[in-house]
């Protein structure tokens, strides 16, 4: 039984930093994928980070980021707590979205990741 669930999400003022967290569990990354969605009011979701399986040949355990956030967020991973985690900073109100971590096999779009966290809010307000 594959689960993630996302914390952390929150108010925080432009320029400002938030971290997120995914806890997962019935999987490890060495056999799965764990990409960060989000989606703001009136759009669609976005892929914003995901780091790939240890199974993903040679980009194995590496992270890729959106043009948008490159820069600015960083997501990493923490194995013995089986937690991967968005470290967002430099904050931007365009940044205001629901978040969510998804998990499949590979680092994929929207359609074809499989697992889905229930979202956690984050709003960039002044």
């Known amino acids: 039984q594959l689960q993630l669930v996302e914390s952390g999400g929150g108010l925080v003022q432009p320029g400002g930093s938030l971290r997120l967290s995914c806890a997962f569990s019935?999987?490890?990354?060495?056999?799965?994928?764990i990409a960060w969605f989000r989606q703001a009011p009136g759009k669609e979701h976005e892929k914003v980070s995901c780091?790939?399986?240890?199974?993903?040949?040679?980009?194995?355990?590496?992270?890729n980021y959106a043009g948008s956030v490159k820069g600015r967020f960083t997501l990493s991973k923490d194995n013995a707590k089986d937690t991967v985690y968005l470290q967002m900073d430099k904050l931007k109100p365009e940044d205001t979205a629901v978040y969510y971590c998804?998990?499949?096999?590979?680092?994929?779009?929207?359609?074809?990741?499989?697992?889905w966290g229930k979202g956690t809010l984050v709003t960039v307000s002044a």
């Open positions: 780091i790939n399986s240890m199974k993903s040949g040679s980009m194995g355990g590496s992270a």
């Open positions: 998804a998990a499949d096999y590979f680092c994929s779009d929207y359609d074809d990741m499989g697992y």
């Open positions: 019935g999987f490890t990354l060495d056999d799965y994928s």
